[in-house]
T-cell receptor, first 116, second 116 residues
Framework: DSGVTQTPKHLITATGQRVTLRCSPRSGDLSVYWYQQSLDQGLQFLIQYYNGEERAKGNILERFSAQQFPDLHSELNLSSLELGDSALYFC???????????????FGSGTRLTVV | AQSVSQHNHHVILSEAASLELGCNYSYGGTVNLFWYVQYPGQHLQLLLKYFSGDPLVKGIKGFEAEFIKSKFSFNLRKPSVQWSDTAEYFCAVNEGLSGSARQLTFGSGTQLTVLP
């Protein structure tokens, strides 16, 4: 167990549907990152939140959105799903308050999304 | 935008063979460099990281990497691989003096298969 919890572990849904992926960061970590891992695109950065605020945006589609709540957990919302959205979605956390930024990142085990 | 190249997509070795996985990045400024390992169905685990100082970095499980700034490279090495090293390996980079406060850019990964 890495300390980062992602739910659900697996999700199968139909095209056009909307799903929500959840990430609970390592205790005390203020930053949450979302990544998409697919066979053709590899590991792509989607978005970063820091203490509730969006900090950086990567290759995130307009159909996707995210937020970080006051308890620091984060949700990634994927809507109007397409077959090509099938991928493993990883969450990572970092920057525990008072800790050096040289500590690094902690990754969750991911949510495997299959769109049929 | 920075990019990371891992030229070996799949490497097959026999146990006790030596390993070197290539990683090159494109960013010309200050960088932080990472190697992660991913076992099937598991989260990304940090093998080693370089932020500054000695360019030869030692990590867990007998892995090491050397940062060669002039070659924009951060190759991963292990003198003698074991069957349990079979996994996918990712090189990653972020820029600046940010430590783990910024998102990572990942390479496409190298699948290592070690034959018993």
């Amino acid at each position: 167990d890495s300390g980062v919890t992602q739910t659900p572990k697996h999700l199968i849904t139909a095209t056009g549907q909307r799903v929500t992926l959840r990430c609970s960061p390592r205790s005390g970590d203020l930053s949450v990152y979302w990544y998409q891992q697919s066979l053709d695109q590899g590991l792509q950065f989607l978005i970063q939140y820091y203490n509730g605020e969006e900090r950086a945006k990567g290759n995130i589609l307009e159909r996707f959105s995210a937020q970080q709540f006051p308890d620091l957990h984060s949700e990634l919302n994927l809507s109007s799903l397409e077959l090509g959205d099938s991928a493993l979605y990883f969450c990572a956390s970092s920057q525990r308050q008072g800790e050096s930024t040289n500590y690094g990142y902690t990754f969750g085990s991911g949510t495997r999304l299959t769109v049929v | 935008a920075q990019s990371v190249s891992q030229h070996n997509h799949h490497v097959i070795l026999s146990e006790a063979a030596s390993l070197e996985l290539g990683c090159n990045y494109s960013y010309g400024g200050t960088v932080n460099l990472f190697w992660y390992v991913q076992y099937p169905g598991q989260h990304l685990q940090l093998l080693l990281k370089y932020f500054s100082g000695d360019p030869l970095v030692k990590g867990i499980k007998g892995f090491e990497a050397e940062f060669i700034k002039s070659k924009f490279s951060f190759n991963l090495r292990k003198p003698s691989v074991q069957w349990s090293d079979t996994a996918e390996y990712f090189c990653a980079v972020n820029e600046g003096l940010s430590g783990s406060a910024r998102q990572l850019t990942f390479g496409s990964g190298t699948q290592l298969t070690v034959l018993p």
